[in-house]
């Protein structure tokens, strides 16, 4: 089955990328979806010239690296035609001004090497690869996983995405020790929590592993070494602040890393009202949706199915997390 | 993207199946694998001719409804195309001699409408849905996703796949109410367990809750006029016997049924060897692959990534339940 | 087994309470601990003065309802004399100022019993009851449970309690009817989430659904006649901050409790960094310890075995919360 | 709080037991309820004569090593002056014929100890402890809470009972390598499943790791060096053929133990039946009381509240087991 985008970039080769070009921001964006998206009539729902205005202000504000279609980016629920066009509109729009990685999760190895092949010969310099979650995968599997894609995209670089509540259950240690053997894998997503800085002192150089922007200054004053970058779900709600943030932890200043820090968990922590906490991951994308549309730098427009219903005392929240990024991007990009 | 079956079959139009048609077995099969189908290189993993052999074979034994690619099935790890050419040969072979449902489960709503059409276009009877697991869905977003199928299929029916370890969550009692209500939703495999009569007598005669068949003859001493039909995992292995099965419940024979029933548990629970009950239900693909192979009747191949890996404790079990079934089919084909 | 207080106290009745007397905040209180309390020697780790300390400001602040030994004051890791001991000085403290309900949770029913009963008999006005929990329980046996109970201990009052994680598995909205006819039930700590407003609305005025004082305002938007009350674990961090917010809601002033939620949420939300909802829960305990301590009102000592780790990524986000509540009441006690 | 059992019994000293005295059956048996056990009101619980009765045939059968007030043997749903009555009962039946390990799974380190320290002081030989479950544990926790019982109680051998859905995960590996280096940690109960040969080969000579006996044959056959005991719950449905099993195992002839592991699995797999693994586990209590009534042998009586209820559909699985045991029990015992 050959990809209908024809007419291929000309562009120059795919950057090598290493864990130790893994520093700053890896920003993760979600994909505009037009206004019929909720709809399952619908068959193109991305949002072009929305992708187009996103990708440029993320590059304008010099995001380290970009990601594509992760959990609330709607790796799931966009069709493959719909995640080839959208990826390829922002290569062409990124036009590589920086490191794009894009999703590639699907429910088997095979499916998700011929999208990687696809992605790659789009344009995209890396991918950020989630595991089938039809059935839980055990330590053994997980790694021959990404063994496997590794042996299929040689030299491609991959982001490992660990979202326990997605793929039923977290890499273990064990395992993130066998994947850093493997060159490819130059980079992990991860969950946070006890984990992190085990995961981190485990693998060391070998690759590196991503915290959540806000429990980045944590980790960078306990292993300042090893945590040179984090993954950020919110640089297309506020991309000025998540570098400002970057910068003030890449450089060792601790005061303003925390002034920054605090601003970045009062947006965040608006989303968590309601409290059951394990819920809350149920609703990721309908959230995302409301939190980027009140933060009105990009109209994701309407989630796609079937992650449309919200709960409404999630929905406040959502709303208010984006309000609050709003404020404090006009207050950092002023 | 258009199927790349040219060819339509030219068969009489799909039955129109109500609640009460389910009666007897729902047969779920395997996807017999070529050789090299574990690695990831391959492009074409379906075993064609062992696909009609069973096929016939099932007929032959009359086994009343057969289903494809559900969980051992691999709707996970056949690629798309793979899909139809298999499903197209199944429905060549059946030649509507059964009412045949194909497993139509991907990560969102307008995947699986796709593929629905499709295959019904190939020919099958109907669908056999369980839902997008990327996220856990809750209620509402269950009843929406099964009546956006139906609005787009209309009149097609659907066999509901509640498997609670693959797709997060149990379809509650509540929902099974809403699902009953939309008329293309006939029936439910059901994860059984305490929850089992409770959800048949909730739904009654608006659709057939079917319970695995070892649990098939407690829930029609319990419910006679409900417990009319039931699935199994092991027509493949043993059509025979699970005929027999059905016809001594039916008949309300429950001496005759008790038998039976003790037979098939003592083939099935050669499986639980090992002592993890939870891990299991992890391992079930692979574990069905040796139990078909065991079992004799069709060559199932090995398994696809990436669920290949297997502990020794589990493989045992797995082929000592094959050899049960082989055992019971032979002293009842005789 | 009777209990060791011998000379009881002489106190008025125990108050008869309704529904519809829960009204503003139920304020869960910590069990402060002495210095010695980590280690498994200690023989009694209830630090008495800071006790009466606490329930003194409570008091003073006016909370509406109190409550002891839930999970984050510590109903698994107290022994039994030393509950009795720190209920018998809260009772003593409190003097029937306000009305007091006491954690009762243990592996079974009679245990529970028994625990109410001596509890009562030191002079508690109801009793808080989550569930065993070494293995789940379905809905006949949760609502068994509460009858088991009402029927030991006729006409007093108890508080459900609903933590999903603590007790594997939500109370159901099936359960939860149930339990409303059992009159002794009056009100329920919900978990909050999707359900929330689907168990208010099941229950109606037969039992006070409690959402988290986070989510109350929401709550109250949505339905006003029914969120009369809230839980509130940060009562002993800010009293006067919970009660302000209570008050701005009771009395619809919809702009001022939106401004107080806010400033909770952000108090809140500090500890919610590190990225890992899903483990966060495991830590509340240690968390707990850390954010009463930084709050500065009571000393609630270190944590007791086996609930001592606490990751470093965890650590600051408790310590901060508790700082902002800090500076919260100290703003609004001014 | 002391103990009410005041006249000590005056046996030889306590075994010293290491991990080689681990060779054979590690028999965990029910604690036999009055015919009142279910009604709350009832007191005292414990059938003393049926302890008694118990014990003498699990003696006279010589199953190597005794073990009390697990999931099944309600170590839950005692109370505290039950399991002294019940544990002194058997210590005084068992006059130290065979080592004997006492369940003393609380909610907490302190009151584990407590107990330990009272029921080594009646007279049992070591602790079969699970861990506090209100909250999961993490691997430091878990590591720490068997280190503190040690040095509370140094020199009294303890089996770690590791049950991952009672306790809330699964023992790590990792952590596995830390209780091997607690010389009073001897043995752990597992939990099977893919992680028992690794677990197994990871510890070594340094902890006994016990598998299920039904998973035993393939443990042995694996690891001849290491699997020499077993964990099994059907001493007291079936004695003498779980020593059958035994000797068979541990006289290497696998031909013999293959057909004595089959006979094994088939009673069990009875209980099997209803087709939700996941919610079987919820239910191991009411299940067992069922089992054993049916196999004959001690008269398990009713449950203890709360786990009280049991779907239909899991009853007869659960009388037909028992009767399986009983089958095989006169075979062999004939």
Redesign the interface.
């Known amino acids: ?1 050959k990809h ?1 985008i024809t007419q291929l970039t000309q562009l120059q080769n795919p950057m090598k990328i290493t864990p130790a070009d893994f520093r700053g921001v890896f920003g993760i964006m979600p994909t505009p979806a037009t206004e019929d998206a909720s709809r ?3 068959q193109q729902s991305v949002n072009l010239s929305e992708t187009e205005k996103m990708v440029r202000f993320l590059n304008t504000a010099k995001i380290d690296i970009l990601a594509t279609t992760g ?1 609330f980016g709607e ?7 719909e995640t080839q066009l959208f990826v390829d509109c922002v290569v062409q729009t990124n036009k590589r001004s920086r490191p794009l990685f894009a999703g590639v ?7 998700t ?2 999208r990687a092949r696809v992605l790659v010969d789009i344009g995209v310099d890396g991918l950020f690869v989630g ?8 330590d ?2 997980i790694v ?2 990404y063994q ?2 590794a ?2 995209l040689p030299g491609v670089p991959m982001v490992a995405y660990d979202n ?3 793929f039923k259950g977290k890499i ?3 395992a993130y020790l066998e994947l850093a053997k493997i060159p490819e894998v130059v980079a992990s997503k ?8 085990k995961d981190m002192r485990a693998v060391g150089e070998k690759m590196r592993i991503l ?2 922007a ?2 980045w200054l ?2 960078a004053q ?1 292993l300042p070494e090893l945590a040179l970058a984090a993954w950020s779900g919110s640089v297309a709600c506020a991309p000025t602040v998540n570098m400002a943030l970057s910068q003030a932890i890449l450089a060792g200043d601790w005061q303003r890393a925390k002034e920054l820090s ?1 601003k970045c ?2 947006a ?3 989303m ?14 309908q959230i995302a949706h409301l939190r980027f549309a009140a933060a009105g730098l990009v109209n994701p427009g309407p989630p ?6 919200l ?4 929905r ?2 959502a709303i ?1 997390c984006g309000r609050r990024w709003k404020q404090l991007e006009s207050e950092f990009s002023a």
Request: charged letters at 20%; zero cysteines; hydrophobic letters at 40%.
């Open positions: 089955m209908f399952w009539q619908t959990t790796g799931a629920t966009l069709t493959w035609p999760t699907t429910l088997n190895t095979r499916d090497i011929e595991r089938p979650m039809w059935l839980a995968m055990d053994k599997s021959r996983y496997d894609i042996a299929a326990p509540v997605a273990s240690t064990e991860h969950t946070g929590g006890p984990a992190l800085a915290p959540l806000t429990a944590a980790a306990e605090e968990n009062w965040e922590s608006a968590f009202v309601g409290g059951d906490l394990a819920a809350f991951m149920d609703y990721s994308i796609r199915p079937p992650y449309l219903e709960p409404d005392n999630y406040d929240g208010e």
